[in-house]
């Protein structure tokens, strides 16, 4: 019986991986490149569960001395095994992770900070004492020294005492500062400039850090998710040079193609129980213009696989909820209404021109460029082209889409006290729509509950657009359809698609829906509205021609005309036996 590597989902500590027979997928190639950089000082961000972690695991393994006598049995099957550098297990390794520290008032932060500190300190005293004579002496200073700097002193004076470098790894530098920028509050606010900016904790942090890099340090490199701390403590620590937006480095983190297939081999998922397009749903993330792969997201490739070879089954939801953008977080983040209608237009669009900025403060979150990098910071948006001198971002796979629908959805309910979603109601009227042919208690419940009681702020931008972006927002509350939209079919793109969910293949047809827009003031012309309704047939009848719908006698095509925000007409093409009313004026 064949036997096949654990799948390593979840786990993020190299060593573990390695020696108990986890999947590895190998990123050693690129530690070349990173020796290679001019700047001993680099930055790196990637969005959330993209392999950070994992990846500074490993090179905390590679270059610790206290890795030395373990180089074979970690690396080497691995590419740097076999090409080793020399500076390979040559360095005290000083490792800081960020993550979980309490911000809920400065006084938390501060003991907070100061005690991770203090732990990563004594931490690698601790792991290098069988090399340091004077152990106890460093040990006990790391452990009694009140200010920062003199705990890392106690660091860098112990390897110097053994005529070695330190190589400082920082992970998640930036989690902390994110928790406070999500508060919303101008408590959170003032907090975050104080700890970061003139005489703050972290200031002081890099700043020592800096000072050692003159003497004893020789490499650092910290990873977090945005830049936005970066600059805002530029004066502490300006000498990293960041590595994020680099071609060679596309691929540093994340899946090609071929490591999902490697991987899916090694850990013997059975690709017959895979029943969904996984390169539409997952993949394509690309972090330079002329980057050779798009990537996945691994964490959502090894929660998918994960899924399968337990279950035996695909996943009932299609995207790790521990991936998914916190609403309230992300409601914050976004301040402003020119913030909120650039969201509202990527969503409508799935794209976005806009250059990326390096690094940027929080005072210029509400700035429409550096609030576009936030959203390719954070996954949300990627590099889809270079286009007349700037760059097409877009979203970059299916399942963040559905973050962007669920995102709009609680918002639209949030800005208007009257739209109170009932959402038993809502998906007895998409089990309707599914199981008996009948789309009208779903148009008739969005149109009634959603729509006519939008308020005149929203109904500025009420369009085809805002109105396919609602409805999808709707249909992603079951799970018995998988909406798709803007898919190009016969030179045109559909509006939406509902493909039927993989969980209930029993749903005995799909839908392909056409949606037209007429003003309040032009519901009176008959011209208009015959006008709206030929264009609806008639692309309708291109895409039952298409390749992908020719032959087929499961999809029902629908055009759907709302007139203005308290009516609609919803016509069944190609079938005269399938011929909805439509809604009476008010």
């Given at each position: 019986?064949?036997?096949?590597?654990?799948?390593?989902?979840?786990?993020?500590?190299?060593?573990?991986?390695?020696?108990?027979?986890?999947?590895?997928?190998?990123?050693?190639?690129?530690?070349?490149?990173?020796?290679?950089?001019?700047?001993?000082?680099?930055?790196f961000t990637r969005p959330r569960k993209f392999g950070k972690s994992l990846f500074?695991?490993?090179?905390?393994?590679?270059?610790?001395?206290?890795?030395?006598?373990?180089?074979?049995?970690?690396?080497?099957?691995?590419?740097?095994?076999?090409?080793?550098?020399?500076?390979?297990?040559?360095?005290?390794?000083?490792?800081?992770?960020?993550?979980?520290?309490?911000?809920?008032?400065?006084?938390?932060?501060?003991?907070?900070?100061?005690?991770?500190?203090?732990?990563?300190?004594?931490?690698?005293?601790?792991?290098?004492?069988?090399?340091?004579?004077?152990?106890?002496?460093?040990?006990?200073?790391?452990?009694?020294?009140?200010?920062?700097?003199?705990?890392?002193?106690?660091?860098?004076?112990?390897?110097?005492?053994?005529?070695?470098?330190?190589?400082?790894?920082?992970?998640?530098?930036?989690?902390?500062?994110?928790?406070?920028?999500?508060?919303?509050?101008?408590?959170?606010?003032?907090?975050?400039?104080?700890?970061?900016?003139?005489?703050?904790?972290?200031?002081?942090?890099?700043?020592?850090?800096?000072?050692?890099?003159?003497?004893?340090?020789?490499?650092?490199?910290?990873?977090?998710?945005?830049?936005?701390?970066?600059?805002?403590?530029?004066?502490?620590?300006?000498?990293?040079?960041?590595?994020?937006?680099?071609?060679?480095?596309?691929?540093?983190?994340?899946?090609?193609?071929?490591?999902?297939?490697?991987?899916?081999?090694?850990?013997?998922?059975?690709?017959?129980?895979?029943?969904?397009?996984?390169?539409?749903?997952?993949?394509?993330?690309?972090?330079?213009?002329?980057?050779?792969?798009?990537?996945?997201?691994?964490?959502?490739?090894?929660?998918?696989?994960?899924?399968?070879?337990?279950?035996?089954?695909?996943?009932?939801?299609?995207?790790?909820?521990?991936?998914?953008?916190?609403?309230?977080?992300?409601?914050?983040?976004?301040?402003?209404?020119?913030?909120?209608?650039?969201?509202?237009?990527?969503?409508?669009?799935?794209?976005?021109?806009?250059?990326i900025i390096l690094k940027f403060s929080i005072d210029e979150l509400h700035e429409?460029?550096?609030?576009?990098?936030?959203?390719?910071?954070?996954?949300?948006?990627?590099?889809?082209?270079?286009?007349?001198?700037?760059?097409?971002?877009?979203?970059?796979?299916?399942?963040?889409?559905?973050?962007?629908?669920?995102?709009?959805?609680?918002?639209?309910?949030?800005?208007?006290?009257?739209?109170?979603?009932?959402?038993?109601?809502?998906?007895?009227?998409?089990?309707?729509?599914?199981?008996?042919?009948?789309?009208?208690?779903?148009?008739?419940?969005?149109?009634?509950?959603?729509?006519?009681?939008?308020?005149?702020?929203?109904?500025?931008r009420f369009s085809e657009k805002y109105i396919k972006i609602i409805l999808l927002?709707?249909?992603?509350?079951?799970?018995?359809?998988?909406?798709?939209?803007?898919?190009?079919?016969?030179?045109?793109?559909?509006?939406?698609?509902?493909?039927?969910?993989?969980?209930?293949?029993?749903?005995?047809?799909?839908?392909?829906?056409?949606?037209?827009?007429?003003?309040?003031?032009?519901?009176?012309?008959?011209?208009?509205?015959?006008?709206?309704?030929?264009?609806?047939?008639?692309?309708?009848?291109?895409?039952?021609?298409?390749?992908?719908?020719?032959?087929?006698?499961?999809?029902?095509?629908?055009?759907?005309?709302?007139?203005?925000?308290?009516?609609?007409?919803?016509?069944?093409?190609?079938?005269?036996?399938?011929?909805?009313?439509?809604?009476?004026?008010?």
């Amino acid at each position: 019986m064949e036997r096949f590597k654990r799948l390593p989902y979840g786990n993020s500590n190299f060593e573990r991986i390695i020696t108990e027979d986890y999947a590895y997928v190998d990123k050693t190639r690129f530690i070349e490149l990173l020796e290679q950089e001019n700047n001993s000082y680099l930055f790196f961000t990637r969005p959330r569960k993209f392999g950070k972690s994992l990846f500074f695991s490993m090179l905390s393994h590679y270059y610790d001395i206290n890795s030395a006598d373990k180089f074979e049995q970690l690396f080497g099957n691995l590419y740097i095994g076999k090409h080793p550098t020399q500076k390979r297990n040559s360095y005290v390794v000083l490792k800081f992770n960020f993550s979980g520290l309490d911000t809920n008032s400065e006084e938390d932060f501060k003991i907070s900070f100061s005690g991770n500190i203090r732990q990563s300190v004594l931490t690698c005293l601790e792991n290098h004492a069988k090399y340091i004579p004077d152990f106890a002496e460093y040990f006990q200073d790391g452990k009694e020294q009140l200010s920062i700097a003199d705990k890392v002193n106690a660091v860098l004076r112990a390897a110097a005492s053994i005529d070695r470098k330190v190589f400082v790894v920082i992970d998640e530098y930036d989690h902390f500062a994110n928790d406070l920028i999500a508060l919303g509050t101008s408590s959170g606010d003032d907090t975050y400039r104080k700890i970061i900016r003139a005489n703050g904790l972290v200031r002081d942090f890099y700043e020592t850090l800096k000072k050692g890099s003159e003497t004893v340090i020789d490499r650092i490199i910290l990873t977090g998710i945005t830049p936005i701390m970066l600059d805002d403590m530029t004066s502490g620590f300006n000498i990293a040079n960041s590595l994020s937006l680099k071609q060679q480095y596309n691929e540093l983190l994340g899946f090609t193609q071929e490591d999902v297939e490697w991987l899916k081999k090694e850990t013997g998922v059975d690709s017959s129980l895979i029943k969904v397009d996984m390169e539409f749903l997952y993949n394509g993330y690309l972090f330079h213009s002329n980057g050779e792969h798009k990537v996945y997201n691994p964490s959502m490739i090894l929660y998918f696989f994960d899924q399968v070879s337990t279950c035996n089954n695909n996943p009932e939801y299609i995207i790790d909820e521990n991936l998914k953008m916190d609403y309230g977080r992300l409601r914050r983040l976004i301040s402003g209404e020119q913030n909120s209608a650039t969201l509202m237009a990527i969503a409508q669009d799935n794209s976005i021109l806009s250059d990326i900025i390096l690094k940027f403060s929080i005072d210029e979150l509400h700035e429409n460029k550096s609030f576009v990098s936030l959203l390719f910071y954070m996954g949300l948006l990627t590099i889809d082209s270079a286009e007349e001198g700037t760059l097409r971002l877009k979203i970059p796979n299916y399942s963040i889409r559905t973050v962007y629908w669920e995102y709009i959805m609680r918002l639209t309910e949030d800005r208007n006290e009257d739209v109170l979603i009932d959402f038993s109601e809502l998906k007895a009227a998409i089990r309707d729509l599914a199981f008996r042919g009948n789309p009208t208690p779903f148009i008739d419940y969005v149109s009634r509950t959603i729509f006519s009681c939008l308020s005149n702020r929203d109904l500025k931008r009420f369009s085809e657009k805002y109105i396919k972006i609602i409805l999808l927002s709707g249909l992603l509350q079951s799970k018995l359809y998988l909406p798709i939209t803007e898919m190009e079919i016969s030179k045109g793109y559909m509006d939406i698609w509902l493909k039927r969910s993989h969980l209930f293949p029993e749903i005995p047809c799909e839908w392909v829906w056409e949606l037209k827009y007429v003003k309040k003031q032009d519901e009176a012309n008959e011209a208009i509205l015959q006008e709206k309704r030929d264009e609806a047939r008639a692309q309708l009848a291109k895409y039952r021609d298409s390749h992908l719908f020719a032959g087929r006698n499961d999809v029902r095509y629908l055009s759907l005309i709302f007139i203005g925000k308290d009516k609609y007409e919803i016509t069944e093409n190609f079938d005269d036996n399938h011929i909805f009313t439509p809604k009476p004026a008010q």
